[in-house]
């Protein structure tokens, strides 16, 4: 409880009980528990400019009774504007994720402990000035804005096509090398340079095609 005597600040009251004070004296209730507030989410640009929603939730709490009840008009309202600028300000610094920013180590997808700390901190720094604390802040939704979100996740599902592709390929060499220097080792064919090269191309069709083979006789020799 803040005392007041003709506007004058006399003392704060934070213990339980009964006290005499003037009667001249103005009370101001001020709850020192612990609150929180989940924060909708908010539309922002990530580093690159990339519309994004953000939504937070902060856990804080009164400190500094005077400071809350002299250097700021509201304090509750404070801290939700200046949550909300911390946000814009920390989603400046970092992509949404990598792909187009190739040289980016932490991004708000995948540093969401290091990006954590940087919105607590910002937060920190500017409810200061109000006597207020911040004992937690983080991240509780993250996605692109609606208006890029189909885009981006056709360019999610490529980049994943495009990795299980090379996989594939990988696998599939590997396996026409084994193929063939068994074939060697058991002396089991003998292949010139043309033959080596068909069954190469034929082994490399079928492994990484994305489609089941169809069995094929072949009534002919091997050159034709």
């Known amino acids: 409880m803040v005392l007041l005597l003709f506007g004058e600040y006399k003392g704060t009251v934070k213990a339980n009980g009964f006290f005499w004070v003037n009667p001249f004296m103005t009370k101001k209730k ?10 909708k989410p908010l539309k922002v640009n990530d580093k690159i400019g990339n519309p994004v929603m953000i939504g937070t939730i902060v856990v804080w709490q009164v400190e500094n009774t ?40 932490i991004t708000l997808r995948s540093g969401v402990e290091e990006v954590n700390h940087s919105l607590e901190k910002e937060i920190s720094e500017r409810l200061l000035q109000a006597g207020i604390k911040v004992i937690e802040a983080r991240i509780s939704n993250l996605a692109y804005a609606s208006e890029i979100a189909s885009a981006m996740l056709q360019r999610q599902q490529a980049t994943a096509i495009v990795a299980a592709r090379q996989k594939i390929v990988e696998g599939a060499v590997g396996m026409v090398e084994m193929a063939l220097a068994d074939l ?20 490399m069709v079928v492994l990484c095609s994305d489609r089941s083979a169809n069995p094929v006789l072949n009534v002919g020799t091997l050159n034709q």
């Not at 002299?70 to 309202?77: Q, S």
């Not at 080792?185 to 082994?203: G, R, T």
């Open 30 to 39: 001020i709850s020192l528990r612990v609150r929180n507030f989940e924060n």
């Open 66 to 105: 005077f400071k809350t009840t002299f250097d700021v008009e509201d304090y509750e309202n404070f801290v939700h504007l200046q949550t909300d600028a911390a946000v814009r300000k920390m989603a400046g610094l970092y992509s949404y994720d990598n792909f187009d920013d190739d040289h980016s180590e």
């Open 184 to 203: 060697k080792m058991k002396d089991i064919i003998e292949f010139d340079e043309e033959k080596k090269a068909a069954m190469v191309s034929n082994l």
